[in-house]
């Protein structure tokens, strides 16, 4: 960086790391390998290793600077993070899963034996009830094995469009129920290797997602596009947007804002994701979220 001032860094850098870069420079003279956020021109905020050093050229007194930018590296480094913690909660669900499930099955087995009897005829709601809670465990039992890595997948060459329309129905319903409205905006796509059912329980729960956010009349609007070799699934709300100060705990396993969730719908997002080698990402703000799952390196089906 030349014919600049260091005073000029304050611009770039978060001022808490430009006020330690200032301080190191003055009491050692370099700063080597500091990570930092920059801002870009346009606003963007970026993570950096930033190295400085005073260094003399001629009779005038100089700043050398060199930047590595890491903000990929350190996006990738999340996701790796986050899919071992998904991973490891699976594995343990998987372990259990079984030991829980057979005697939940028989427990059930029972109440429902017991609750034809005539003389339990006055308590059939409350027999119910214990069945339809004994499902609810079953069915987060399920949501927990979800998560783990190293569950048997079917992937089979298949557009992922096509799950879509046959999704489509079936969502229609939700949101006409809701007075809400969903549009489908699918470009042409080369086809994917992926588990179906899978792929339905991730858009299922992105949709999902997406409709809770948003109030009556909102619309909800799916896409799909290839960008750069990769293929794109986009779903996009128009609700109240996602809180900043939450936004980094997104996926994480057990979080929710919801009074009745489990925490587990976007943890399972990313875990299938995951396994069909797609990030996902999103973007949020007053106007609604954005939510993108990009299939990386997808390649046209040879004839």
Do not use: W
Not at 110 to 125: G, P, R, T
Request: aromatic residues 6%; charged residues 25%.
């Amino acid at each position: 960086m030349l014919n600049k001032q260091s005073s000029e860094l304050s611009g770039l850098i978060r001022q808490s790391d430009y006020e330690h870069i200032y301080e190191s420079l003055n009491q050692q003279g370099t700063v080597l390998n500091r990570e930092v956020e920059l801002i870009t021109k346009s606003g963007i905020k970026r993570t950096a290793l930033f190295s400085a050093e005073k260094i003399m050229i001629g009779k005038e007194m100089c700043l050398l600077l060199v930047s590595q930018d890491i903000t990929e590296k350190k996006r990738l480094e999340k996701e790796m993070a986050r899919l071992e913690r998904l991973d490891l909660i699976g594995q343990m669900a998987a372990g259990i899963g079984h030991e829980i499930r057979n005697p939940m099955t028989t427990v059930r087995g029972y109440l429902q034996y017991i609750s034809k009897k005539d003389k339990y005829a006055d308590e059939v709601e409350t027999f119910q009830l214990m069945i339809e809670e004994l499902d609810r465990a079953n069915e987060i039992i399920t949501e927990y094995l979800s998560l783990s890595q190293d569950r048997v997948v079917d992937f089979k060459r298949i557009n992922l469009n096509t799950i879509i329309q046959h999704l489509y129905p079936i969502l229609s319903v939700h949101t006409k129920m809701e007075d809400k409205s969903i549009e489908l905006n699918l470009g042409s796509l080369p086809d994917l290797y992926l588990d179906k059912k899978e792929m339905c329980q991730l858009i299922l729960n992105l949709v999902r997602n997406g409709l809770e956010a948003m109030p009556v009349k909102g619309r909800l609007t799916i896409s799909t596009y290839r960008q750069q070799g990769n293929v794109i699934l986009e779903v996009e709300d128009q609700g109240r947007g996602i809180p900043n100060e939450i936004k980094d705990k997104v996926g994480t396993p057990f979080f929710t804002t919801k009074l009745n969730g489990t925490g587990l719908g976007m943890a399972i997002c990313y875990s299938i994701a995951g396994r069909h080698n797609a990030l996902i990402d999103f973007q949020s703000g007053p106007q609604g979220t954005k939510v993108r799952v990009k299939f990386q390196g997808a390649e046209e089906t040879k004839a």
